[in-house]
């Protein structure tokens, strides 16, 4: 059993900044991937940002420069700091872990940018 809760979205400002975690609890020895992903209204979900196994960070286009993964391997935590935050980032962003060739999700965590 993998879970995986998402916390720090919320409300800011175009221009702000927010933090997101992501706890991860149960068999997670051998995530290969770990990252977030955000699906805004009427669109497909979409990549944000991942850490691989190896330490190999990827992000979108879009993101790059303003937004951050980090992780914190004793706490089985990934952080998505957000900065520099645009109305076009508003969405539902999701935490999720491949570990074992299986796909994990979390239950998302909404992000609303203000102009």
């Known amino acids: 059993q993998v879970r995986l809760v998402e916390s720090g979205g919320g409300l800011v400002q175009a221009g702000g900044s927010l933090r997101l975690s992501c706890a991860a609890s149960?068999?997670?020895?051998?995530?290969?991937?770990m990252g977030w992903y955000r699906q805004a209204p009427g669109k497909q979900r979409e990549l944000v940002a991942t850490?691989?196994?190896?330490?190999?960070?990827k992000y979108a286009g879009s993101v790059k420069g303003r937004f951050t993964i980090t992780r914190d391997s004793a706490k089985n935590t990934v952080y998505l700091q957000m900065n520099s935050l645009k109305p076009e980032d508003t969405a539902v962003f999701y935490c999720?872990?491949?570990?074992?060739?299986?796909?994990?999700w979390g239950q998302g965590t909404q992000v609303t940018v203000s102009s």
């Open positions: 850490f691989t196994l190896g330490g190999t960070t």
């Open positions: 149960g068999s997670i020895f051998n995530t290969e991937i």
């Open positions: 999720q872990a491949t570990i074992r060739g299986y796909s994990y």
